[in-house]
């Protein structure tokens, strides 16, 4: 009797073994049973990188522990998972709840790389400057210059973003920032060691000669005053180079104290340091641009683009030897990542984009009624918009999930209300802008759908809304009283380590 059991019970554990030892194995090398086909499959697995990096992730409904947390890029890994359609839901307390559908695919992992999570509500850090304009971080992002306009004067004040103090104040009496149909804005040199601000002033004008008692019409007379923060002085650079109707004033990115500005279409370069020093560098110039290494510009009437070293002399060639439209409209804006990606906005709002990609070549017009355009910082994609529309041009392939080709425009986001200040979100996945008093981020993965998230709500019905990359900072003026602005500021995204500690 005692033999019989132990030959039932060693060919228990033998059959056991013909069973488990399979199902062992193939787990082992990634398969999965699927019960609804009864069959063994090669299983899935779903790849989670969020902000915060502290989330539940959610299966169809059902919260799933990751199990392999990879704390080098707090990615979790949810694998072994039957090839199919699931929805992810990813959540955190006190945050927005972000979710899509996505299909798993036999042996390979689905990656959801830029998930971001905004924050129910957040703390508000305000800044000293009650009645604020328009506001401008420095390169350095230690500071932030802001503009103040009261009974016809204008003031500048220069804000220590870290001691929340202004150090410098510019009075320009008589004169107003210039209006937002000249898309001039006040400019920080790279060193921060100066600052160009655009302004504007209405002068009498002297009546016709031989007409008696008409009166002197108005004319708006348009400058720059060049500010000196560590002197706290400021002159008119009109009065300085002893030139009138300068345009577009740049600064130079390597050499201290160097300017470029047009004036009645020429594009000349001077120096705040020497106002004897003025050198044309090319005539009939009706938008340029400045790279670490040279400056580009179009010519009219063929919008051809040329470039020369920032010295203007040296380095000169054509770049562009066509135009996709036969007598094409006067350029008002150039946009060049490098040689092989430029992008254009003419007059009329027309985008053109001039494209040496890696499978072709083009150059072609994307869109109409354009409003403003900013490359990524790789130059892979081109963000650009117009009052109620939001989209993304790919330059090159995106080999990251969710792929995108070369050559494809996407369109991320509309609205019957206006759009403003649209721009990119420090991943380039991302774009923040504001609909009316509300700041929104939207993300460009169009699996399923978009997930669209709202940033704070303010009391300034049209605010004017700045993200830094470096700072991990949204600036944005709101109400600080009914009847004054101020600055503030929120932390976005949340704050991350590398191990996630």
Do not use: C
């Amino acid at each position: 009797m005692e033999t019989l059991r132990r030959t039932i019970f060693f060919w228990f554990l033998v059959i056991l073994f013909l069973i488990t030892a399979p199902t062992v194995v193939l787990r082992a090398r990634g398969y999965s049973f699927d019960f609804s086909r009864g069959v063994f499959v090669h299983s899935g697995s779903i790849t989670v990188k969020s902000n915060p990096q502290s989330v539940d992730v959610n299966l169809n409904g059902e919260l799933i522990k990751a199990k392999t947390l990879s704390r080098i890029n707090n990615s979790y890994n949810i694998s072994g998972l039957i090839p199919k359609d699931y929805a992810v839901t990813i959540s955190a307390a006190d945050f927005q709840t972000w979710s899509k559908k996505i299909e798993v695919h036999s042996g390979l992992s689905t990656e959801l790389w830029n998930t971001i999570l905004v924050r129910n509500s957040y703390q508000k850090t305000a800044y000293d400057s009650s009645g604020i304009g328009k506001f401008f971080i420095s390169p350095k992002n230690g500071y932030a210059v802001f503009s103040q306009e009261k009974e016809n004067l204008l003031t500048v004040k220069i804000l220590n973003i870290k001691k929340n103090i202004v150090e410098n104040v510019f009075d320009l009496p008589g004169w107003e920032l210039v209006d937002d149909s000249k898309k001039e804005n006040i400019e920080w040199s790279p060193e921060e060691d100066y600052l160009s601000v655009p302004v504007q002033r209405k002068v009498a004008a002297l009546a016709q000669k031989g007409t008696s008692g008409t009166p002197p019409e108005e004319k708006i007379e348009y400058t720059y005053f060049i500010l000196d923060p560590s002197k706290n002085e400021s002159f008119n650079l009109n009065d300085f180079l002893g030139q009138s109707n300068i345009k577009n004033v740049r600064w130079d990115s390597k050499e201290k104290g160097a300017i470029f500005f047009k004036k009645d279409g020429d594009l000349y370069l001077a120096s705040i340091l020497d106002k004897n020093y003025l050198f044309l560098i090319a005539n009939s110039v009706t938008a340029y641009e400045l790279s670490t290494s040279h400056i580009y510009y179009t010519q009219s009437p063929e919008q051809m683009v040329f470039r020369a070293g920032l010295d203007g002399k040296s380095d000169k060639a054509q770049i562009t030897y066509s135009f996709p439209e036969q007598n094409p409209e006067e350029i008002y804006k150039l946009i060049v990542y490098d040689e092989k990606r430029i992008a254009f906005i003419n007059l009329s709002g027309e985008l053109f984009v001039y494209n040496e990609g890696e499978t072709g070549s083009y150059f072609k017009k994307l869109a109409d009624s354009v409003e403003g355009i900013q490359f990524s910082n790789d130059g892979k994609k081109l963000l650009f918009w117009s009052k109620n529309e939001i989209s993304v041009y790919f330059l090159r392939n995106w080999d990251v999930q969710p792929t995108r080709s070369e050559n494809e425009t996407q369109n991320i986001t509309r609205y019957s209300d206006e759009l403003k200040n649209v721009q990119w979100f420090k991943d380039y996945e991302h774009v923040i802008f504001s609909v009316g008093p509300q700041i929104k981020i939207i993300e460009l993965d169009a699996r399923d759908h978009r997930n669209s998230m709202d940033l704070p709500a303010l009391a300034n019905p049209e605010p004017l809304v700045i993200y830094n990359n470096s700072l991990e900072n949204l600036f944005f003026v709101d109400k600080e009283s009914e009847s004054s602005n101020a600055l503030h500021s929120i932390i976005f995204p949340e704050r991350t380590t590398i191990l996630g500690f």
